[in-house]
């Protein structure tokens, strides 16, 4: 069977000299103001002209109720103006948030923005915000769109990891994903668990995953669990408790359904053909 690696894109010259010309300045940038207003600022006029088209600025007129969803959208686009649903969590360090909450604003604007799906782009965009929000991110680390996460503070992202789009990180108490790790789409990991009887209690635990683990499509680890070095957690799998290393995993709850020694490669199995050749296109 043949295997298949990522392959190394670049956007032209000229896109690429811009696009890291602006994610240069918006790390200088950030790096140089800490404050929340300063950094709302900044964020409101880079959202300004990515989704608007034109440079932040002039007065607007409330008197028009016809002008009023305009007026909506340019005061959102300013993150003072805007509430995250972490800020209502009552274990909330709210200095601590202040300060990147301008950031978290950016990562899920553009998310939503066209741009988002350039992902050339988009990794190295998540990537340096990452710097600024999360405890720790590593290097070569790949994040597409949609991923969410509660307080970024509290999550740790190693070296060469894939976090597919639509994943939720949820980092109240504290997410570790160790060097290799793929999470898949619309994958969910949590750090923190709610009282069975009253629901205003809560507990964070800190949640570890890998290394080299793997998370399959919209599989969950629940607050507290470690997922080990290597292990493989399958599709719509649900994990309560610790999945061991070199292990599979799968099921509600899930439970180990073999070692990684006992588990038969494709090429080993005569239930999965090799794929036929495919004779390479040649475009006009």
């Known amino acids: 069977m043949p295997r298949y690696e990522y392959r190394d894109l670049e956007p032209s010259r000229e896109a690429k000299e811009v696009f890291i010309r602006w994610i240069d300045y918006l790390d200088e940038s950030f790096t140089k103001h800490k404050k929340p207003a300063l950094r709302q600022e900044l964020v409101r006029d880079n959202l300004h002209q990515l989704l608007l088209g034109s440079p932040h600025g002039g007065k ?6 016809s002008e009023l969803p305009f007026n909506v959208l340019e005061l959102s686009l300013d993150p003072q103006n805007v509430t995250l649903e972490p800020e209502y969590y009552g274990d909330i360090d709210a200095t601590r948030y202040a300060c990147i909450k301008p950031l978290i604003w950016f990562w899920h604007m553009f998310d939503h923005s066209p741009v988002s799906f350039n992902h050339w782009l988009g990794f ?26 509660s307080y970024g503070y509290n999550l740790t992202i190693e070296d060469d990891c894939v976090i597919h789009k639509y994943v939720m990180l949820d980092d109240r108490g504290e997410i570790i994903i160790k060097k290799g790790t793929s999470i898949s789409d619309y994958a969910a990991v949590y ?94």
Do not use: W, Y
């Open 124 to 149: 190295r965009f998540r990537a340096m915000l990452g710097k600024h929000i999360f405890k720790s991110i590593g290097k070569n680390v790949k994040i597409f769109h949609g991923v969410e996460f």
């Open 60 to 65: 607007l007129n409330f008197t028009l109720t």
């Open 191 to 284: 750090s923190h668990a709610h009282d069975p009887v009253d629901s205003s209690v809560v507990e964070n635990r800190k949640t570890e995953i890998g290394p080299g683990a793997r998370l399959t499509f919209h599989s969950a680890v629940m607050a507290g669990v470690r997922v080990g070095d290597d292990a493989m957690l399958g599709a719509m799998s649900l994990a309560t408790r610790d999945v061991d290393d070199h292990s599979i995993a799968g099921g509600v709850p899930a439970k180990q359904l073999k070692t990684k020694d006992e588990a038969t490669q494709f090429e080993d199995r005569t239930d999965v053909k090799a794929p036929e050749r495919v004779v390479k296109a040649q475009c006009d």
